[in-house]
């Protein structure tokens, strides 16, 4: 695509993160999108032929501006956690999550695309469990990464939109020890009463 045209197209997916932020699914249509990029709707119909062409863009598009952010963090579990829970206090990123956690309830393109986010943040997550514990076998270090997500992904719920300092303010040193926990725990050969 010619660098306009990339360009362009970025415009749109940035217009389309901060409608999805700020109005959430039902104000998600390619009018409102156009409206804010400041284009017509056949330009942004020229990129994205489809409402789940662009969802799915924009999926792609996070998970891309996520790899460059963890890319400009050290490339170690405590530091990319601490990434991520930093992002939970600033911009739009619990608003934009949550609205397409809402999404993917009833619209399968939503779904889809997040089902591909989250898989490829759950081997990010996995390689870096595998890194700071060699000894984890690779099915082990995955299952801890569906754990890790979960916790940090549900802590956006207690700490994104404000709500840290009233429900969650010194959750970051539990949240390094709880990871460090699983992960030794995990190490461990199942016992007879765990395996059971």
Request: with cysteine; proline share 4%; hydrophobic share 50%.
């Given at each position: 695509?010619?660098?306009r045209?990339?360009?362009?197209?970025?415009v749109?997916?940035?217009?389309?993160?901060?409608?999805?932020?700020r109005?959430?699914?039902h104000?998600?249509?390619?009018?409102?999108?156009?409206?804010?990029?400041?284009?017509?709707?056949?330009?942004v119909?020229?990129?994205?032929?489809?409402?789940?062409a662009?969802?799915?863009?924009?999926v792609?598009?996070?998970?891309?501006?996520?790899?460059?952010?963890?890319?400009?963090?050290a490339?170690?579990?405590?530091?990319v956690?601490?990434?991520?829970?930093?992002?939970?206090?600033?911009g739009?990123?619990?608003?934009?999550l949550?609205?397409?956690?809402?999404?993917?309830?009833?619209?399968?393109?939503?779904?889809?695309?997040l089902?591909r986010?989250y898989a490829?943040?759950?081997?990010?997550?996995a390689?870096?469990?595998?890194?700071?514990?060699?000894?984890?076998?690779?099915d082990?270090?995955?299952?801890?990464?569906?754990?890790?997500?979960?916790?940090?992904?549900?802590?956006?719920?207690?700490?994104?939109?404000?709500?840290e300092?009233?429900?969650?303010?010194?959750?970051?040193?539990q949240v390094?020890a709880?990871?460090?926990?699983?992960m030794?725990?995990?190490?461990k050969p199942?016992?007879?009463?765990?395996?059971?």
């Amino acid at each position: 695509m010619a660098e306009r045209g990339e360009a362009r197209r970025e415009v749109i997916l940035a217009a389309a993160t901060t409608v999805l932020a700020r109005e959430g699914a039902h104000g998600f249509r390619l009018r409102g999108i156009a409206a804010e990029a400041g284009l017509g709707l056949s330009h942004v119909q020229y990129y994205f032929t489809s409402l789940d062409a662009l969802l799915s863009a924009l999926v792609d598009r996070y998970l891309a501006d996520w790899d460059a952010r963890l890319g400009e963090t050290a490339r170690d579990l405590p530091s990319v956690i601490d990434a991520v829970l930093d992002s939970q206090t600033q911009g739009e990123d619990c608003r934009l999550l949550w609205e397409l956690w809402a999404m993917s309830s009833r619209d399968p393109a939503a779904d889809a695309a997040l089902t591909r986010f989250y898989a490829a943040y759950l081997d990010r997550v996995a390689d870096l469990a595998s890194a700071a514990r060699p000894d984890l076998a690779p099915d082990t270090a995955r299952d801890c990464a569906v754990l890790i997500v979960a916790l940090i992904e549900g802590l956006s719920i207690l700490r994104g939109a404000g709500r840290e300092a009233a429900l969650a303010p010194r959750v970051r040193t539990q949240v390094h020890a709880a990871v460090d926990a699983l992960m030794l725990s995990a190490a461990k050969p199942p016992t007879a009463a765990r395996s059971a």
